[in-house]
């Protein structure tokens, strides 16, 4: 005998899947966090080499290889972090369509 199993379906951000607030900044933040992670440990760098490079503490760099503390970070941080490991960032700036209920912040990668 199968045991049927229930699900929902995700709608492509698990922040919004689990109704927390501001769910579409903190998924956007997510990625740029795992790009930055993505990269560091891409180039092999450790903990201490990556904080040089952002100018920052290694404490830091520890908290976002975690995850703890990417909520507080500011898109400004992450944006800046990213522009010091040699990657180009584009903003872009369009009305919501009619059809939504609010305005969304988004990041492709």
């Known amino acids: 005998m199968t045991k049927k199993i229930e699900f929902t379906d995700s709608c492509g951000n ?5 109704d927390l607030e501001n769910a579409d900044e ?13 990269i560091i440990k891409k180039r092999g760098l450790t903990q201490a080499q990556a904080a ?3 100018s920052t ?7 976002l290889n975690k995850g703890s503390s990417v909520k507080s ?17 584009t903003v872009t700036i369009k ?4 059809n939504r209920k609010s305005a969304a912040i988004h990041v492709a990668v």
């Open 73 to 89: 970070m500011s898109f400004d941080l992450l944006l800046s972090w990213l522009t010091k490991l040699d990657q180009d960032i």
């Open 52 to 54: 040089k490079i952002f």
């Open 57 to 63: 503490h290694q404490t830091q760099i520890a908290r």
């Open 14 to 18: 698990v922040f919004a899947d689990l």
């Open 26 to 38: 903190m998924l956007a933040k997510s990625t740029l966090a795992i790009t930055i992670r993505k």
């Open 95 to 98: 009305r919501k369509p009619c």
